[in-house]
């Protein structure tokens, strides 16, 4: 029995090692016309149309403060802006 898992193993690894990269077409790299949000716009507002814009999974874009901590879907984006400048500063 251990020898069927072993050969498996090697022919999925054998061909994770063969696979050609997946290209997609220009249609869904180009997401179409992006700007810079307003100062005053929330960051759960901001996080959704990021997701929008580029079909992600809705909680898969999260806007964070330095430090990697998340910050409150009621803030807006120039308080992001602010930490982050105080940060380069």
């Known amino acids: ?32 016309r992006v700007r810079a949000a307003r100062s005053t716009a929330s ?3 901001i996080q959704a149309s990021i997701e929008k814009q580029f079909k992600l999974p809705k909680g898969s874009v ?5 430090g990697r901590r998340k910050m409150d879907d009621d803030a807006v984006i120039q308080d992001l802006r602010d ?5 380069q500063a």
Do not use: D
Not at 7 to 21: E, F, G, H, L, W
Not at 62 to 66: F, G, I, K, S
Not at 83 to 87: E, L, P
């Open 62 to 66: 999260v806007l964070v403060a330095p």
């Open 83 to 87: 930490r982050w400048a105080s940060r």
């Open 43 to 45: 960051l759960a507002g």
């Open 1 to 32: 029995m251990p020898s069927k898992v072993t050969s498996t193993a090697k022919r999925s690894s054998s061909r994770v090692q063969n696979a050609k990269p997946v290209v997609a077409s220009k249609s869904v790299q180009q997401p179409g």
